[in-house]
């Protein structure tokens, strides 16, 4: 063999012993990738950037990210050291010594280098985090590069002192020196199974004291102790240990569910839906002109839909002096917009708030918001990252999952509110019953319609107050479990993000045929705008022989949507099909990003990225055909002469990330939308909101 086939066996040789760098440049670059250039990775950052109300350039959350991004960038540097240790030995022997150094330092900076970025794609105008992070960084690198120097120096020290006598002193610093490697590869290990046990007892507290940045770079320090371990493990015994650790993944996964919807006692008897109606007509007898009947869909969208839904229903709320929510007869809300609903009726229900806002104490909008846009994605992140991954590879079904922790954070998130924000009659509102809402006083809650989806068959699954029977093609859920569950449960029913979020299972479904089990997943699959629950029901209710068919109504249909487009169809001319109208920024200019007939990620890898992309496009293109079916025709009573209005609020080009944690920024592009409605506005998304806001306010004061 010629010398460099030598060579490239060699190098070969040297490559697959260090192919344990690539998992743990993968874990790093990862985390570090998503803060840097997905939109949600950068509003999490900036969570922590802002300068904001609460804090004056600087939170503990600034010092949890810095010390996160420190320990992530030690364990990469370290567990590539024991790697080149334990594979080439002492570094005399080593084959590529500027490798197997710098590898390793290069490693260790990557967390560094891609969180300056990040902070630099904010274009954040204090450079201080950045250059906070940039010393510590430089700190790390002048570590690793004279830690050996370092150490000589202190061998040397050692020397001395046993030399002059004093050798108890010289055992103080050698015995350290030669355990060192150990107590940190001990300590690496111990900190990862402490942490998973701390978070798997409480997933919430800690986590939204870190942030859900520090939680990530904390999850992804303590997960590469344990994969390097694994691989020199399986490196002594020839196992592959990443492909084994999938195929556990797979196995075990075939018996092992932990995503089971949390029930709680058996289910109600709920009203049926002539009765919710009696209840809500009762307050308007003897009213002489057309009562205003209002159905509001919110679209989902993680806490983006939540913090707007609750801010537009709030501020309506405000500016009608409570008559918003007597008219309102019921709301369908998708994924993330339940959270914003469940805010609002959770502050209307309840009469100590209300006693504080009539008083002027307490603003409604405010409250209801400063409840939603609170960190709810740290405690999902806890529990995806620890107990929810570690019951991947474990055979018995014992662990908690992230479903949980979301429910849990938002339950905390409320508790936490009334007892700094607000006064509240029900601290514990959303981990009591979903039912309790309409127990006591049914008339001043409205029918609420939670939807998700079956992933067996596709059809809706509703979460309900009211048994709606034939009146909406969905499965019931309540009728389907046979129990009732917690608000925050009924929450998540129909806010199983994609991954986020897990699909949650049902055991032993009251179905027609005998299922063991079916299960739940995110109301968006089927529509991400919520508005086919109230277009059937109004339906049913309004035509003929329906329970609301000889009364004089006035159907309003509110949309509050986030995706852009608004209003989201061009009316219907001539009785032709409504078409769905461009977006505000592609109107009327030539073909650029984000708008239709763009060049898309299909034209890259087409058969394999082709059927992903078109199934998410399919999914929220029948989303928008089915807002475009209500525009066509909505309902209304036969032979009336009273029109039906489809009214809609959009956060227009606001680029808010979708998330479930929302930067004070992001928050204040919100507020700023719905607050200032210039009546002289020109731009025609902002026009369009204001025209909605004043065409219901008209109606709601006749």
């Known amino acids: 063999m010629n010398s460099w086939a030598l060579k490239l066996q060699q190098i070969a040789n040297v490559l697959f012993k260090t192919r344990g760098f690539v998992p743990i440049l993968v874990i790093t670059g990862t985390a570090g990738s998503i803060l840097a250039w997905m939109t949600q990775g950068q509003d999490l950052l900036r969570s922590v950037t802002d300068v904001g109300i609460n804090h004056d350039g600087f939170s503990w959350q600034v010092l949890w990210l810095c010390l996160a991004v420190t320990v992530l960038g030690f364990q990469a540097w370290f567990w590539a050291r024991v790697i080149v240790e334990a594979e080439f030995g002492a570094r005399a022997s080593w084959p590529y010594p500027l490798y197997l150094e710098w590898v390793p330092r290069i490693l260790g900076l990557v967390p560094f280098v891609l969180l300056i970025i990040a902070l630099r794609n904010l274009h954040v105008p204090n450079p201080w985090l950045a250059i906070v992070l940039a010393g510590l960084g430089a700190a790390f690198l002048i570590f690793v ?240 990252l620890f107990p929810d991954l570690l019951q991947r590879f474990f055979p018995f079904s014992v662990l908690p999952d992230r479903a949980t922790a979301l429910e849990v954070g938002w339950e905390d998130g409320w508790a936490d509110h009334c007892a700094d924000q607000m006064p509240c009659d029900h601290k514990s509102r959303l981990s009591n019953d979903f039912m309790e809402l309409w127990r006591a006083t049914p008339n001043l809650v409205p029918v609420w319609l939670i939807g998700g989806a079956m992933v067996e068959d596709g059809r809706p699954i509703i979460t309900s107050s009211v048994d709606f029977g034939d009146s909406i093609d969905a499965w019931d859920f309540h009728s389907l479990t046979g129990h009732d569950v917690r608000l925050s449960t009924a929450i998540l029913n129909g806010a199983r993000f994609p991954y986020v979020s897990p699909g949650g299972t049902i055991g032993e479904p009251k179905t027609p045929q005998k299922i063991a089990a079916i299960h739940i997943v995110d109301g968006g699959y089927f529509d991400a705008a919520g508005v086919e629950a109230v277009r059937e029901l109004a339906e049913s209710m309004l035509g003929a022989g329906g329970i609301a068919a000889n009364d004089n109504i006035q159907p309003i249909f509110l949309l509050i949507t986030n995706d852009g487009i608004n209003p989201p169809f061009e009316p219907d001319t001539g009785g032709q099909v409504a078409r769905p109208s461009l977006p505000i920024g592609c109107r009327g200019k030539a073909v650029k990003a984000g708008c239709p007939g763009q060049k898309g990620a299909s034209s890259i890898a087409p058969d394999l990225v082709g059927p992903l992309v078109g199934l998410y496009r399919s999914r929220s293109a029948h989303g928008e055909r089915l807002k475009a079916l209500l525009y066509r025709a909505p309902p209304r009573r036969a032979g009336s002469a009273v029109p039906s209005a489809v009214l809609s609020v959009d956060l227009c080009e606001y680029a808010v990330p979708m998330n479930w944690a929302l930067s004070e920024n992001a928050r204040r592009m919100v507020d700023g939308l719905l607050l200032t409605r210039d009546p002289n506005e020109k731009r025609e998304c902002e026009k369009a909101n204001n025209a909605a806001f004043s065409d219901l306010l008209a109606a709601l004061r006749k």
């Not at 004279?146 to 002193?169: D, E, Q, Y």
């Not at 990443?242 to 996964?253: E, G, K, Q, Y």
């Not at 989902?300 to 839904?309: C, E, L």
């Not at 009469?351 to 939603?372: H, P, W, Y």
């Open 145 to 384: 590069w004279f830690r050996v120097n370092l150490t000589r120096a202190m061998r040397k020290a050692t020397g001395h002192l046993t030399n002059s006598g004093f050798r108890r002193s010289a055992a103080a610093i050698d015995i350290p020196l030669n355990w060192l490697r150990r107590i940190v590869l001990w300590v690496g290990i111990g900190y990862a199974a402490v942490t998973m046990v701390v978070l798997t007892y409480d997933p919430v507290t800690l986590p939204v004291l870190f942030g859900p940045a520090a939680v990530v770079l904390t999850a992804c320090a303590l997960l590469i102790p344990v994969i390097t371990s694994l691989m020199l493990l399986g490196s002594r015994f020839h196992v592959r240990v990443i492909a084994t650790l999938l195929i556990i993944a797979v196995v075990v996964s075939f018996w092992v569910d932990n995503h089971a919807v949390r029930l709680s006692g058996p289910a109600p008897t709920r009203m049926q839906l002539k009765d919710a109606y009696a209840a809500w007509k009762k307050p308007f007898e003897g009213a002489t002109g057309p009562i205003p009947m209002i159905f509001v869909a919110s679209e989902g969208g993680a806490s983006r839909a939540g913090y707007w839904t609750a801010a537009v229903m709030s501020q309506l709320e405000t500016e009608t002096r409570g008559e918003f929510s007597k008219h309102i007869f019921a709301v369908s809300s998708i994924s993330g917009g339940s959270l914003g609903v469940a805010g609002f009726i959770a502050t209307v229900k309840d009469a100590q708030a209300q006693k504080a806002i009539a008083n002027g104490s307490l603003d409604l909008r405010e409250a209801v918001s400063k409840f939603v846009g609170q960190d709810y994605l740290s405690p999902a992140l806890a529990g995806m």
